[in-house]
Every structure is written in C-alpha cells, then in structure tokens.
C-alpha cells in the first residue's frame, strides 16, 4: 500500500514496515500548514497498521538533497495572522509526532543533508535514529526571533547535558552527524553512501524480532523517569517475569538453549 498525503508526505507498507517519507512538494520539505496536516494524517496511518499488527517497525524518512529546513517562513510572513498560522502548522506537527512517539513498535529516523528547525524535531523522532555523517543538524529557530517547537526542548534537553542544550539553542550551532553521535544526539552515523543500506539492516533486524519485548523495553523506559529505582526494578520483574511465559519469550529462549536462530511470531 501507498498513499501520497496532502501532496506533502508519502507513506507506505510493505513487508511489514511502515515507512513515512518527506516529500518534496514544497522546497526543501519546508514545514507549512498542509505539512502538518500531513505529517498528522500519515501517523494515524501508521498508528492503524501499528494497531492491526501489519506494521512492526515505522521509518522516518526525507527524499530530496535534505530532510528539512524546518518552518515556511515565507508562509508565515504572508499570513494575515502569523500567530494562528503558526500555532495551526505546530499543532498539525504536534499531533503526529505525539502518535509516533506513543507506538509501541520500534520508530527508526533516517537524517540525510540538512535537519533544521522543526525538521530536527521530525527527524529526532525515532527511537533509533541513523545520520549521515555529513549531514547537518541545527535548532535554528533564536536565528530569526523564535523558539524551538516539535519537541525539541524536552528531546535536547533530555539527551544532551544543560550546557550542551543551551549551546545549541542559543548560537544555532551546526552539528555534523558523525558529532551528533559524539553528544548523544543520535544513535549512529555512516558514510553517507552506506545510510541506505544500514537502515535496512537494521529495519530487517527490527521487522523480525521479538515486537512484545520491543514494545515492553519501550514502556519500561518511557516510564523510568517518573518511578523510584526500587520501583523500577518491581516493574522489570514483574514484566521480564510474565514476558518469559509468553511466545515470544518462550521461543527466544527455546532457541538459545536450542542454538538456533529464534523465529518470532
């Protein structure tokens, strides 16, 4: 299955991933008004695939020479009310970054050329993400008199220490990939001729694994952050505990103690 969405964003299954893609309808998959319209539709996509069990990882992904320059400043200078348009272009934005991140099935980001702006909120999206090295990471956003959006000050913050935060928010310093992987931006980077094929290697690996287990390390670790480490560790043994009893964990470890290859469900 294909769709093409709002003519901004195509999205996709086949074999079991799901896989959404910028799509240059407007220059440099710049983020206007009908982005996030798209960008909400085509999680909702993936969130009905995610659902029905036909999609076991979602890629994130950008065609063109870069994954995005972030906001359609010149859409916004046009508009009657800069405010409303803004705030309508962020909540589309929001809304479908908070269905992908609420997936209980791996998301694997894919950056290429430029992440700037709200395109860095897109693409730092994935609980995997894999840059080019010498892709370029920017905030961006204090360069023309506003502030980040798309869920940058809780995902920098979070990954990055407070120096490193605020260095980036506050002089728009540009990271290449190989040094957003140095900071703890990203996961991993490549030589950009190798991307493809590591995100489908990957991809591969992910799309047959065990997805309770992918799913149950998701929550854990979503979770951790509100508990106690006691408490935390309660909620480890009681889900390690149940998982072993299920098919998933009865076959991975059948087939360890077996020393073959597991075949998940």
């Known amino acids: 299955m294909s769709v093409n969405v709002e003519d901004r964003i195509t999205y996709e299954l ?7 893609e910028l799509a240059h309808g407007v220059a440099h998959n710049s983020l206007d008004l009908q982005m996030g319209q798209a960008l909400r539709a085509a999680a909702d996509l993936a969130a009905t695939d995610v659902g029905r069990g036909d999609a076991r990882v979602v890629v994130v992904s950008a065609q063109g020479r870069v994954f995005s320059v972030g906001g359609d400043l010149a ?85 990055l220490s407070w120096v490193r935060a605020m260095d980036l928010a506050l002089t728009n310093r540009v990271l290449t990939g190989a040094e957003a992987v140095q900071w703890g931006l990203v996961s991993r980077s490549v030589p950009g001729d190798e991307l493809a094929a590591t ?45 072993i009893a299920e098919p998933d964990g009865v076959e991975g470890v059948d087939a360890f103690l077996a020393k073959r290859a597991p075949a998940y469900r």
Do not use: N
């Open 14 to 20: 086949v074999d079991r991933v799901a896989r959404i």
């Open 75 to 159: 859409e916004f200078g046009r508009a009657a009310d800069r405010g409303a348009q803004v705030k309508a272009t962020a909540d589309g934005l929001h809304a479908g970054l908070a269905t992908l991140r609420a997936l209980d099935v791996p998301v694997v980001s894919v950056i290429h050329g430029t992440a700037a702006g709200g395109g860095l909120g897109i693409a730092l999206i994935g609980d995997i993400v894999i840059a080019a090295d010498e892709a370029k990471l920017v905030l961006a956003y204090t360069a023309s008199g506003l502030t980040p959006d798309c869920g940058l000050t809780w995902i920098v913050p979070q990954r």
């Open 199 to 243: 995100v489908e290697s990957v991809v591969s690996g992910l799309r047959d694994g065990a997805s309770d287990a992918f799913a149950q390390a998701k929550r854990l670790m979503a979770e951790s952050q509100g508990r106690s480490a006691a408490a935390q560790m309660d909620e480890e043994a009681s889900t390690i505990s149940r998982l």
